[in-house]
């Protein structure tokens, strides 16, 4: 499947807006990567995204990032050191359970909405957002092909 048709247009739109949403309460970040396929462990490559995109310059080092390799079927969800050092240790495991969920049905969007918002309403415990917030990363899904 070519990265382009994983999601249609409304579904993308949607998973931004989901994005901001979660991120209206906190100061983190939450950032979706999409491509072809991944030759490594996909957390590997995750991490190697994050870095690639900026991610780490965060000011609280609360940023995660949703990764998916769309013709491999693999998914890693993962987090900057701020947000590692405060949440509970099931926090990436339950989030990354509920987006696996429903990709087992094929419904791509609504896992990355649930496992969006999930993270925002968690994020906002420990990084709730303040008047000085500023939206440090883009808010729209990045693709390699």
Known sequence: MEVEAFLTAEEEQQIIEAII???NHTSG????????AVDKDPIQRA?????????????NQNGILFYVA?????????????IDTVVPDDFWDS???EVINEFKSEKYA????????????????????DDADLNELPD????NH
Request: net charge negative; glycine share 10%.
């Open 110 to 129: 609504s896992g990355l909405i649930k496992g969006i918002l999930h993270a925002g309403e968690k994020l906002k415990e420990f990084f709730p957002v």
């Open 21 to 23: 949403k979660a991120e």
């Open 29 to 36: 970040e939450i950032r979706v990567h999409l491509e072809k």
């Open 140 to 143: 729209s899904i990045s693709k």
């Open 95 to 97: 989030i990354r359970d």
């Open 47 to 59: 991490e190697e995204v994050f870095f690639y995109l900026g991610m780490d310059g965060t000011q």
């Open 70 to 82: 769309v013709d491999d079927h693999r998914f890693a969800i993962i987090g900057d050191k701020g």
